[in-house]
Each structure stands twice: as C-alpha cells, then as structure tokens.
C-alpha cells in the first residue's frame, strides 16, 4: 500500500508498534515503525530513525467550533487545520462502500441519516472528534514529503474509519459495557491470531 517512492526504501519486512490510551473524552495513539532487525529497540532504529505517528483524540458535543481544543498540547507546533465531513469529503474510490455512504445510510435503530449537505447545522446529537496528528520523520531530504504522504493517509483513515463508525450505529448502538470488553476481547484473539 506504500507508493513506489517508499517501496524503494522500505525493507519486506518491518514492525509498526501502536500503542493507545483510552480515558473517553480523550484518547493518544502512537504508532512507532521499526525494521525487524531492531524490534526491540525503540525510537532507535538504523532503517527508519525517530520516526513516528502520535494521534490525540478529544471529542466534544458540538460541531467543530472549538479552535483552541489542543492549544496547551501543541502550543509550540506549526499547525493546519483540516475539517473532516464524512458526508460530502471523498474517499479513495478503492474503499468507497455505498451502504457506508453517509448521503446514503439511515440508521433503522436511531433515526439519523441521512447525512445531506449542511448537515452539521441540522443534525442531533452531533459529536466532533478533534484530532492532533504529528508525525515526525527525522530524514534529511525526505522528511517533508514523508510527513506529507502520512498526513494524507492518516487523514483518508479518519475519514474512513468515521463514515464506517457512523454507517456501522446499528450493530453497536445497544451494546452494553460487556458487550464491548467482550467484543475487544474477541477482536483482539482473531489479530493476535493473524500476527
């Protein structure tokens, strides 16, 4: 899934690490890339050194009108804004779903859907998820586009993985507490199964 550029540099194989803290409202991932030689060895890697993904997660009952939410954790960073619409942004047509199409989907269990234009201004509840994604590439002549190209897929995988949480309501809407933990619990035999 790397484009060719990356191909050309990235061995067959290699580990990427993720790590996640879950306190809802907030959240912190980080994803750590390691060749398989130096699995062992973090942040210290002779293949891809100091490079990592650290994604923090705040939501908020509103619609996105908070700009100063990450201003303590990201006061000395260069910042873009990016508004995610899981309606009206396009996805990669290769993971275009239309019963995950929010235009499309209507929850038989809630009501909601629809998702038309201006929806934002029409729609409760309405939650936003703010994201703080840094990404950090520490190569001479690459780390730019690097950090580009990851900027770009991690926001495809929100948007993705946003339009699915929304078109997917039905199946966990009435989950209870042990539903969930026993769910992650299967969830996370079948992976370890797949590693």
């Given amino acids: 899934k790397l484009p060719s550029w990356a191909r050309a540099v990235v061995p067959k194989i290699f580990y990427v690490t993720e790590k996640a803290w879950n306190y809802y409202p907030y959240?912190?991932?980080?994803?750590?890339?390691?060749?398989?030689?130096h699995v062992f060895v973090l942040?210290?890697?002779?293949?891809?050194?100091?490079f990592s993904i650290h994604i923090e997660t705040k939501y908020e009952d509103n619609k996105g009108s908070n700009d100063s939410i990450f201003d303590k954790e990201a006061?000395?960073?260069?910042?873009?804004?990016?508004?995610i619409d899981i309606a009206s942004d396009e996805i990669p047509e290769r993971y275009y779903k239309e019963s995950e199409d929010p235009k499309y989907f209507k929850s038989q269990k809630t009501g909601r859907g629809q998702l038309k234009e201006g929806w934002r201004e029409?729609?409760?509840?309405?939650?936003?998820?703010y994201k703080l994604v840094t990404v950090k590439f520490e190569v001479w002549g690459l780390q730019t586009r690097v950090e580009q190209f990851v900027h770009k897929v991690v926001r495809d995988i929100l948007l993705i993985g946003h339009r699915q949480a929304f078109a997917w309501v039905d199946e966990w809407y009435d989950m209870t507490m042990d539903d969930v933990r026993e769910y992650e619990k299967n969830m996370h035999e079948k992976t370890n199964i797949k590693v």
Avoid: G, N
């Fill in 27 to 37: 959240t912190i991932t980080a994803r750590l890339i390691f060749d398989v030689k």
């Fill in 43 to 50: 942040l210290q890697c002779s293949f891809l050194p100091k």
């Fill in 75 to 83: 006061k000395d960073l260069e910042r873009e804004v990016c508004f």
């Fill in 122 to 129: 029409t729609h409760q509840p309405i939650m936003c998820s």
